[in-house]
């Protein structure tokens, strides 16, 4: 059973309204042995009508505090994930400096200055075009920047897919993916398995089933395990089922991050 989470939200994410305590406490619950808390910050974000800019040094003291007063209960890890665009990497880079990060996951929500979650992303594409597009802004990112240590939800565009059905097949866009991949594994950093995809009805993770399989066979190890909970119920949910999405891939473990290193655990 996986019961370390390295990808949750809480109240210092501009899109979640649970307290950082409540989070914890529901954890301790669970008997999660690690948490790992993934706040939002995007910049540039012209689109959005709520912040995602994070406080980083109210974020910091609350959880240091949090920390201390749970360590004989839970582990907490401080991370942080970064929304990626080309314009931000030297800023963001910096920020990864600024406190000493467990954890830092980098994820693209915008691709060429939209996020897909507004619709107005999809406007005038094929769904072809739009996943692809997308794709080329994580394979720019990741060959551009290497301040992080695993890229979250490689495939989040297809969340947001108006026009029927959302799914895609690998091998459509091959030559991209297996780019992206091996780009990611060279630089030595790792992806996730995002659940959230279940919470969205995708019927499978993010990315899919059979792009972590792929990821697998060009030789990558790195992999962590987040929820993407931005309520208390949302932790560890759907783990089960990347329990079994992960050995079927081929892997024998799992990854969680301390101190931007990583463990492997047996699965
Ligand atoms: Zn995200
Ligand atoms: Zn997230």
Redesign the pocket.
Known sequence: MIINDF?V?SSF?GDCHVKMEEMIEYAINKKLENLCF?E?HDQDLADSDISFLLNFQAYYDTFQKLKDKYSDKINLLLGI?LGIQPQLYSELSKITRNHPYDFI?C?SHVSNGIDPYNLEYFHGKTKEVAYTQYFETILECAKNYTDYDVY??LDYVIRYYPHGDKHYKYQDYQDILDEILSTIINAGKGIEI?T?GFKYNLGDSHPSTEVIKRYRELGGEIITV?S?A?QPHQLCNYFDLANNILLASGFKYYSIFKQRKPEFIKL
Do not use: F, K, R, V
């Open positions: 990808h939200h994410s993934t939002h994930e996951l994820s979250g939800h995002n959230a987040g993407d931005h």
